[in-house]
């Protein structure tokens, strides 16, 4: 069974600028959750979807934001990126709730 | 790596020793613990979890004990492994749907 896919693994992107990552779960997992991983924060919860609904929202701007489609896959995005953005972006998925499974990650770095 | 900068607390073992890394979690009505062990350049990988109704679970090499009067989360690895080098979490939850808090972390680094 193929894990958690993430694209891009890495991206380098100017600040004011928007960026769009990708997250596949594993087949079958509904539920897709999103991360964000730095040096000073440690891992932090962005947001969670399942079934196309976001269910849980962690403490982030409304500059960040994602989706999941139909086939569980799910995107997220950030607009006007700033320079404390830069970030390993993770994504995990689950069946309904429990132990996720987390991808590699998406390395952002803001310039 | 990752933590790089977080100046995560640190334990050295040697190679065939058990490791005990400890966790004090925030929330008391968190119900759901979760283990994760992060080696450099990829994503968490789950080790081992326990719910609330537990204070042991034990797999294969591994064992959680959680105390939830002290709210305290302990994971021991028995004849620790150069491939056990890596960042473990400890992650709480309320009831599985929500967002998953993790703690700070801690590096384990095996002495050959």
């Known amino acids: 069974k193929a894990g958690v896919t993430q694209t891009p693994r890495y991206l380098i992107k100017t600040r004011g600028q928007q960026v769009t990552l990708s997250c596949s779960p594993i087949?079958?997992?509904?539920?897709v959750s999103w991360y964000q991983q730095t040096p000073g924060q440690g891992l932090q919860f962005l947001f969670e979807?399942?079934?196309?609904?976001?269910?849980n929202k962690g403490n982030f701007p409304g500059r960040f934001s994602g989706r999941q489609f139909s086939n569980s896959r799910s995107e997220m995005n950030v607009s006007t990126l700033e320079l404390g953005d830069s970030a390993l972006y993770l994504c995990?998925?689950?069946?309904?709730?429990?132990?996720?499974?987390f991808g590699s990650g998406t390395r952002l770095t803001v310039v | 790596g990752e933590n790089v900068g977080l100046h995560l607390p640190t334990l050295s073992v040697q190679e065939g020793d058990n490791s005990i890394i400890n966790c004090a979690y925030s929330?008391?009505?968190?119900?759901?613990f979760i283990w994760y062990k992060q080696e450099s350049g990829k994503g968490p990988q789950f080790i081992i979890d326990?719910?609330?109704?537990?204070d042991k679970r034990q797999g294969q090499r591994v064992t959680v004990l959680l105390n939830k009067t002290v709210k305290h989360l302990s994971l021991q690895i028995a004849a620790t492994q150069p491939g056990d080098s890596a960042v473990y979490f400890c992650?709480?939850?309320?009831?599985?749907?929500?967002?998953?808090?993790f703690g700070k972390g801690t590096h384990l680094i095996i002495q050959p």
């Open positions: 995990a998925s689950s069946l309904n709730a429990g132990a996720r499974a």
């Open positions: 087949s079958g997992h509904r539920s």
């Open positions: 979807y399942f079934s196309e609904t976001q269910r």
């Open positions: 929330n008391s009505a968190s119900d759901y």
């Open positions: 326990i719910r609330s109704n537990m």
């Open positions: 992650a709480e939850n309320i009831g599985g749907a929500d967002g998953l808090t």
